[in-house]
């Protein structure tokens, strides 16, 4: 049974039983200190010490859905392909989600996440109305 600093006990229940973390032999050494990094950064929700970009964040994660609605909705290029590409299903996919998160956390946001998912409802709303017009 392995506990990290929080408390928390590793359970691998494909044995039935509580073990350490063992290293595979398969897996090269670098492969194993990159896992290592990654699994340190994900406890600090960063990429790099100082750095913002990879912070967990509620207002980001809703941005993020966001700009999947306004990919599918063709407003905003592929950052691969550098095209515009309609995919007006996943677009009402997408905004159907943003408001299933919003009904699920009605009285659990605070003003400001409140405030961000509502602009963002209707910006997207009144943007696919436009798009389907079309």
């Given at each position: 049974?392995?506990?990290?600093?929080?408390?928390?006990?590793?359970?691998?229940?494909?044995?039935?039983?509580?073990?350490?973390?063992?290293e595979s032999p398969d897996?090269?050494?670098?492969?194993?200190?990159?896992?290592?990094?990654?699994?340190?950064?994900?406890?600090?929700?960063?990429?790099?010490?100082?750095?913002?970009?990879?912070?967990?964040?509620?207002?980001?994660?809703?941005?993020?859905?966001?700009?999947?609605?306004?990919?599918?909705?063709?407003?905003?290029?592929?950052?691969?392909?550098?095209?515009?590409?309609?995919?007006?299903?996943?677009?009402?996919?997408?905004?159907?989600?943003?408001?299933?998160?919003?009904?699920?956390?009605?009285?659990?946001?605070?003003?400001?996440?409140?405030?961000?998912?509502?602009?963002?409802?209707?910006?997207?709303?009144?943007?696919?109305?436009q798009s389907i017009k079309?």
């Amino acid at each position: 049974m392995s506990e990290d600093e929080n408390g928390f006990k590793i359970v691998d229940k494909r044995k039935g039983e509580s073990s350490d973390v063992q290293e595979s032999p398969d897996i090269p050494e670098n492969s194993r200190e990159a896992a290592g990094k990654d699994a340190e950064e994900q406890k600090t929700g960063k990429d790099s010490p100082g750095s913002e970009f990879y912070e967990v964040s509620f207002d980001r994660y809703l941005l993020q859905l966001a700009t999947q609605a306004l990919f599918a909705l063709g407003l905003v290029p592929n950052p691969i392909t550098k095209k515009t590409e309609k995919d007006i299903p996943a677009a009402k996919y997408t905004i159907d989600l943003l408001e299933l998160i919003q009904q699920k956390t009605k009285g659990n946001l605070d003003e400001n996440e409140e405030k961000i998912l509502e602009d963002i409802l209707y910006d997207l709303r009144m943007k696919y109305v436009q798009s389907i017009k079309k």
